[in-house]
């Protein structure tokens, strides 16, 4: 039965557990929301943002941000995406 699993279900678990945490780093870019955080505050500096909406989307994004921040402890060392 040892067997079994060893040869079958490890591997496959070992997949899952890899695309899983490709899905998390994909899903949770924190460098495209840090990118998104300073295009907002250029907007906001060239007049095209009121303050009220640049507030809005600064807290928005900043709770994105804290998200995939966790998002990526979770993930952890486990795997390392490289583009």
């Known amino acids: 039965m040892f067997l079994i699993d060893d ?3 490890r ?3 070992a997949i899952l557990d890899a ?3 490709v899905a998390l780093t994909e899903l949770y870019d924190v460098e495209e929301i840090r ?3 300073k295009e907002n505050r250029l907007l906001y500096e ?3 943002l009121s303050k009220a909406e640049y507030e809005e989307r600064k807290a928005a994004l900043e709770a994105e ?3 995939a921040r966790r998002a990526h402890e979770r993930v ?3 795997i390392e995406v490289k583009r």
């Open 65 to 67: 941000l804290e998200a």
């Open 76 to 78: 952890g060392s486990r």
């Open 19 to 21: 695309i899983h945490s």
């Open 35 to 37: 990118d998104r955080i």
């Open 11 to 13: 591997p496959l678990l």
């Open 7 to 9: 040869l079958l279900f």
């Open 46 to 48: 060239l007049g095209d």
